[in-house]
């Protein structure tokens, strides 16, 4: 390849690419869609010998019609992409799917970033970037998505009338079933642990985006306005989750009758 792999990948020597000593199970497939053959490339040299099965597009429209004839675990996507960007990419998806899309964006573009989380991205990687850290992100987002973060069998939360089931990974608020993205699920499993109690934005970045918080990181904030869309307000009309200024977010009590 022509092109140098620091121009995407920081610190990565792909002959000292280490052997994970928890790989994740062979075959678990990723579809790369960005027009970029060499970066597709990089991509695959590195996950596939992590366990994972990449397959690539090239074209917006193709990496539509692939992502939803095809089981994959997760999609790594372009915002840049020729003919029908990311955008409209992630929006053709998610009329369709709730399959776990990690974006890629360029640097120091926060608007990029907060508007893929608002049409319904997952999580980003801003390029050019780590690989242990895009690789961080995947098998976080595959923990979110097959409920496995943790050792603690499948849990049940319940506030008002909206119910959360964690065997079957589902949500019902009120007589209708609410589906959500992994990491809205993950985000609302912790809001609704202990409804009335506040959780920090830095506690949610950390434990759902696998992640040190920043100040200026709005991520938590974009996953916070798509769960209020979904769950609508509650029967009195007031927020279910509410924000506590500069701290965070917390799931309201419902009011006894």
């Known amino acids: 390849m022509s092109t140098n792999e620091n121009e995407y990948f920081l610190n990565w020597k792909p002959q000292l690419s280490r052997q994970s000593e928890a790989r994740e199970k062979p075959g678990r497939r990723v579809l790369v869609i960005d027009d970029d053959l060499d970066l597709?490339?990089?991509?695959?040299?590195?996950?596939?010998?992590?366990?994972?099965?990449?397959?690539?597009?090239?074209?917006?429209?193709?990496?539509?019609e692939r992502a939803l004839a095809s089981e994959f675990a997760?999609?790594?996507?372009?915002?840049?992409?020729?003919?029908?960007?990311?955008?409209?990419?992630?929006?053709?998806?998610?009329?369709?799917?709730?399959?776990?899309?990690?974006?890629?964006?360029?640097?120091?573009?926060?608007?990029?970033?907060i508007l893929g989380l608002e049409i319904g991205a997952d999580d980003y990687v801003p390029k050019p970037f780590d690989p242990r850290e895009l690789l961080a992100r995947i098998r976080a987002l595959l923990r979110r998505s097959a409920g496995t973060a943790g050792a603690a069998p499948?849990?049940?939360?319940a506030a008002g009338d909206v119910a959360l089931d964690g065997a079957s990974r589902t949500v019902r608020c009120g007589?209708?079933?609410?589906e959500l993205t992994a990491v809205e699920f993950a985000l609302l499993t912790q809001l609704l642990k202990e409804p009335g109690r506040v959780?920090?934005?830095?506690?949610?970045?950390?434990?759902l985006l696998v992640r040190?918080?920043?100040?200026?990181?709005?991520?938590?904030?974009?996953?916070i306005s798509n769960l209020r869309r979904k769950l609508g307000p509650a029967s009195d009309g007031?927020?279910?989750?509410?924000e506590v200024r500069n701290v965070g977010y917390?799931?309201?009590?419902p009011r006894a009758v």
């Open 212 to 223: 040190e918080f920043s100040p200026g990181d709005r991520s938590i904030d974009a996953h």
């Open 199 to 207: 959780v920090s934005r830095e506690e949610l970045v950390k434990q």
């Open 40 to 64: 597709c490339e990089l991509l695959a040299q590195y996950l596939k010998p992590e366990g994972f099965l990449v397959e690539m597009s090239h074209k917006g429209d193709e990496g539509v």
């Open 250 to 253: 917390v799931f309201a009590k």
């Open 238 to 242: 007031e927020e279910r989750i509410r």
């Open 154 to 157: 499948p849990e049940q939360f």
């Open 74 to 113: 997760l999609i790594v996507l372009d915002v840049m992409l020729p003919g029908m960007k990311g955008y409209e990419v992630l929006q053709r998806i998610r009329v369709h799917s709730s399959v776990p899309v990690l974006m890629l964006t360029a640097r120091g573009d926060g608007d990029d970033r």
């Open 175 to 178: 007589d209708r079933t609410t």
